[in-house]
């Protein structure tokens, strides 16, 4: 699983757009983005301080975070736009548009086969009527599971997920298992050993090539210059720099502001 | 306006226990988020504890009050320290503490019935006289009521909006560990609200019952009421609370005068709660951790 | 058939235990694997066993029996489920205080609705003219074969809840229950989840109402207060909130202990049965409930196993 061409020009990718999107929280304004496009290449990075509004940003697109103002929507690869903001929370991962978590977010009673079998399964198998339905399930994602579990090495998948790590890459894993079209990922490799962290990394590589649009939140700075064709940066709620890697580095005098020296 | 008067005098004056009900519970829930199912009992013992000490001291009502909801409140206590002081250290959830103060509800109901029996008790009182207040004839216990509840409220809100307890329990509601920090003592000041929550359910209590009779289902059958007031009131704190109780009280006495079932007040209210709940809960649904 | 030896209080000491397990199982689909914890199971049961009796005493039916039982009983899970629906959509998107507000007030509508509407109902007076859907002899006989229908019928909710665990739609529940936010960002309607469970598991509980309406022949407003939720409860939860077997074991330990044992088998003064041990049997249900849930939260059977179901249907 490693990207051969990770910028192929003929594919047109599914963009998200963030208009007048406001959110304060007791007063304090954490994110007001004017305009905002994400999704022109394949894997954009997103830095920024501490509490420059990141992940409250990626949660309002995900509707873990409501909006105060304006709207938040997807125009799909195929033209149109769909205004993600008044749907309801369960659609947008039918849309494609999918977020692997910060913190640690799991089934307490689940175990691992579980938790995936449940991102997998259709809602048609879920009906209280249906309850002769789970081998048909099993059969139809039992190998595209399974390479994954293979790939990261899990143990056992009939136990429960036990560290922090395995929860953190399940959650990564349930997350690829949707089919992600629009991929945020919050700190993906926070808390992953360095090898898991590099067989994400070629994951992510490998679906931006085909098509899917990535955009990765991570504290590690060598992740996002290795990894993205963008890199975004944003202070006090909004995006105040975008360029490639090579641009946002050489810019020293707006990062090493926000980020300290020898970030860059 | 003859309607419109004798629903608000009726409402006031009969319902006022609702109001002062509903503040002591809505305490407990604001303050320290718990739904307490067993404060229908604290409530039916206020009412007993009013009548013990009316019967067998031959207090007049005045008096009994005093008792009623110093007992009450003790109770209340107790029922901190020896049920859900010991569930939250023991980690219980949210779900599972309110099954518990339905248990507890169910085994103090049943028993003080099995001490009691079913035949309903009565308050040993002189008949009160009836004031006429707007045209509308009113006992003087519930004017009382009325008047205590007023006096009441207005007590405690002075007490947590202006006191330096109360600034301590405030502190302790929104934040239980930075409060702790501060040199607050969480037990103190929880037991505290428990004692006034107390206080406040077992007058209501004794109201309850010189108003009608003292039986083991007094509390329970005001519970839901008590519920929804201080559930959709509890948004916006005491006043909320008294505001949406006031309401629920007039409401009630006008559909009373209207229906020939009075049942039917009950059956209006629970449908309305209920929805300016799903109204509100819509609002709030989506947004949520993730 | 010569039933001399049997206890008539037996037959309905065994039909209680069976018809709560029955609620129990339906309980623990909504709170074990849900999380919802339903505080009106007797609104939906009541309200089964209410619109069942009106319907088979007050409607001028052209057909006999069973046709008139059948009929009126399905009605009646209907219009239990359609309660389901309604009641399911209003607070699905509720949080646990909300649900009980909702819960506790319908369980409550359907009380005050029983007294008020004394035309249909008979109130607070009762309502007779209710009867078996057929006679094989004397009373007792056709009470024995209504326990056995009624077992067949809890056999079958069993099952279902058994396979519920084997199936996505369990793990759709439990995933709910568990984190339900996490749920919704993979693509799952959590809304339409529980309120599909919230019909199907209410027309259930109807259909019991409904049985129960056949068993006692009287219908009584004082039979729709809190015991009957308590009691799924305090069963469900003695046994194990989280497992099938739980409703199971709990039930037959707290009303089988009550209504069986202490009811057929010990030699108490009469007027005992009549004043003291109902008053007692609730008081101790309520005990056991704040017991277990501060020492032994996940009840006798302890929490499901997932990692054993799925090493035995997906092991390598």
Not at chain 1, 196 to 204: F, N, P, Q
Not at chain 2, 82 to 100: C, D, T
Not at chain 2, 208 to 222: E, F, I, M
Not at chain 3, 51 to 75: N, T
């Amino acid at each position: 699983m490693v990207a051969e061409a990770a910028d192929a020009p003929a594919i047109t990718r599914p963009r998200l757009r963030v208009k007048g999107a406001v959110k304060s929280f007791s007063g304090r304004i954490v994110v007001d983005v004017d305009d905002l496009v994400l999704g022109d290449r394949p894997i954009e990075g997103l830095i920024g301080p501490n509490g420059a509004g990141k992940t409250t940003l990626m949660r309002m697109i995900m509707h873990s975070t409501s909006l105060d103002r304006g709207t938040i929507s997807l125009l799909p690869s195929d033209g149109g736009e769909v205004v993600l903001s008044t749907l309801p929370a369960y659609r947008l991962a039918r849309l494609g548009v999918v977020k692997s978590n910060q913190v640690i977010m799991d089934f307490p009673k689940l175990t691992i086969w579980d938790s995936l079998l449940l991102a997998v399964a259709g809602s048609r198998y879920e009906q209280p009527h249906r309850i002769f339905s789970e081998r048909a399930v099993f059969e139809q994602h039992e190998s595209e599971i399974r390479q994954y579990l293979d790939y990261f090495g899990f143990r056992d998948p009939t136990l429960y997920a036990m560290s922090a790590g395995e929860k953190k890459l399940l959650d990564i894993v349930r997350c690829l298992l949707l089919k992600p079209r629009f991929l945020l990922l919050d700190e993906p490799t926070a808390g992953l050993p360095a090898d898991l962290t590099d067989k994400v990394m070629a994951v992510v590589r490998d679906l931006a090539a085909a098509g899917t649009s990535v955009v990765v939140v991570e504290h590690d700075l060598n992740v996002i210059w290795n990894l993205c064709d963008e890199v975004l940066f944003m202070a006090e709620g909004s995006v105040i720099l975008r360029g490639d890697p090579k641009t946002i580095r050489e810019n020293r005098t707006v990062v090493e502001k926000y980020l300290g020296e020898g970030h860059v | 306006m003859e309607f419109i008067t004798q629903s608000l005098v009726i409402g006031l004056t009969e319902h006022a226990p609702l109001v002062l009900a509903a503040i002591g519970f809505a305490l407990l829930y604001r303050l320290t988020g718990l739904i307490n199912v067993a404060y229908s009992e604290t409530i039916t013992l206020g009412a007993y504890f009013g009548m013990w000490a009316n019967t067998t001291f031959e207090l007049n009502f005045y008096t009994v009050l005093l008792p009623a909801g110093l007992l009450a409140g003790l109770v209340s206590v107790a029922s901190y320290l020896l049920v859900f002081r010991p569930a939250k250290q023991r980690g219980v959830g949210v779900l599972e503490l309110i099954i518990i103060s339905f248990g507890l509800s169910i085994f103090l109901r049943h028993g003080l019935q099995f001490i009691f029996g079913y035949p309903v008790r009565f308050y040993d009182v002189p008949p009160p006289d009836t004031i006429p207040v707007l045209g509308v004839g009113v006992s003087s216990f519930r004017l009382l009521a009325l008047v205590s509840v007023a006096v009441l409220a207005l007590l405690l809100y002075l007490f947590i909006q202006r006191s330096s307890l109360g600034l301590k329990i405030r502190a302790l509601a929104s934040d239980e560990g930075l409060a702790q920090v501060s040199g607050i003592r969480p037990l103190v000041v929880t037991v505290l609200i428990w004692f006034i929550a107390g206080v406040a359910g077992g007058l209501a209590g004794a109201f309850y019952g010189v108003g009608s009779n003292v039986a083991p289902l007094l509390g329970w059958r005001q519970f839901l009421m008590i519920l929804m007031v201080a559930l959709v009131g509890g948004t916006w704190g005491l006043g909320g609370v008294i505001l949406v109780g006031v309401g629920t009280s007039v409401a009630l006495a006008a559909m009373a005068l209207q229906f020939d079932q009075v049942l039917y007040a009950q059956l209006v209210l629970i449908v309305a709660f209920v929805v300016v709940l799903k109204i509100r809960g819509r609002r709030v649904a989506e947004t949520a951790k993730v | 058939m010569n039933l001399d030896w049997l206890d008539a209080f037996l037959i309905t000491g065994l039909f209680q235990v069976v018809m709560v397990i029955g609620l129990g199982l339906l309980l623990h689909l909504q709170l074990g694997l849900a999380r919802i914890a339903n505080f009106g199971v007797v609104g939906f049961w009541g309200l089964g066993m209410y619109a069942f009796g009106v319907l088979y005493v007050r409607v001028d039916w052209p057909f006999g029996e069973p046709w008139q039982f059948l009929v009126c009983a399905a009605a009646a899970t209907l219009i239990a489920g359609l309660a389901g629906l309604l009641v399911g959509w209003l607070i699905a998107d509720l949080d646990t205080d909300g649900v009980l507000v909702g819960t506790l007030g319908f369980a409550t509508a359907v009380q005050l609705l029983a007294t008020t509407e004394d035309d249909l109902t008979g109130g607070a007076r009762g309502m007779g003219g209710l009867g078996f859907p057929y006679d094989i002899g004397r009373v007792k006989e056709d009470e024995l074969l209504w326990l056995v229908i009624t077992a067949v019928v809890v056999v079958a909710i069993f099952l279902y809840a058994w396979r519920v665990h084997r199936s996505p739609y369990g793990r759709l529940l439990i995933a709910v229950g568990g984190n339900e936010p996490l749920t919704r960002s993979l693509g799952k309607s959590t809304f339409r989840a529980k309120l599909w469970l919230f019909t199907v598991t209410s027309a259930a509980m109807g259909l019991l109402g409904a049985m129960n309406g056949v068993m006692v022949r009287y219908l009584d407003i004082g039979n729709v207060g809190v015991g009957v939720t308590l009691a799924a409860m305090v069963g469900l939860v003695l046994g194990g909130t989280a497992r099938v077997w739980g409703a199971v074991v709990g039930v037959i330990l707290t009303v089988g202990l009550f209504d069986i044992v202490v009811q057929s088998y010990l030699p108490l003064p009469q007027d005992w049965y009549t004043q003291a041990i109902p008053v007692l049997r609730e008081a101790a249900f309520g005990l056991t409930l704040m017991v277990v849930l501060l020492f032994r939260p996940l009840g006798l059977l302890g929490d499901m196993r997932r990692d054993e179901l799925m090493r035995k249907l997906h092991g390598r």
